[in-house]
């Protein structure tokens, strides 16, 4: 089990201002001491990987969790840049998104997606999604080191 005095690093990729909040609230209610950083758009996201401009000092996240729909990179564009650094791949991406095409599912996992999971519609699903993400990824998984 995860010790309270260590923070989990996760890095949200989502550019509904809505289901940001959501996401907040639900990680916000978790058991598990977590940092939730939130990046509205795929550039932004390489840019806080890699360290970039304002995201010089941010920690290495132990996972991150990403929509498809994104603008000015696409969530699988992200997806595929990730998991081609050796640097970033061992990062556990899971695609979190309102998408439930076949295509979107076989792309996320060809580039190797850890998990594609269709956001719930319902407030009190979403916070159960939440819950056995960071009960599996937090509590079950041995993650790489940062």
Known sequence: MQHEEKSVEILLVEDNPADVHLLQEAFQE???ANHLSVVKDGELAMDFLYHRGEYA???RPDLVL???GLP???GLEVLAEIKDDPGLRRIPVIMLTTSKA???ILMSY???ANSFITKPVHLHELFEVVRQ???FWFEIV???PR
Do not use: F, Y
């Open 110 to 112: 060809d580039l190797h």
């Open 142 to 144: 041995k993650l790489p």
């Open 30 to 32: 978790s058991r598990i």
């Open 72 to 74: 000015k990179k696409s």
């Open 102 to 104: 076949e295509a979107d």
């Open 57 to 59: 000092a941010v920690p």
């Open 133 to 135: 993400i960071e009960e």
């Open 66 to 68: 990403l929509d498809i």
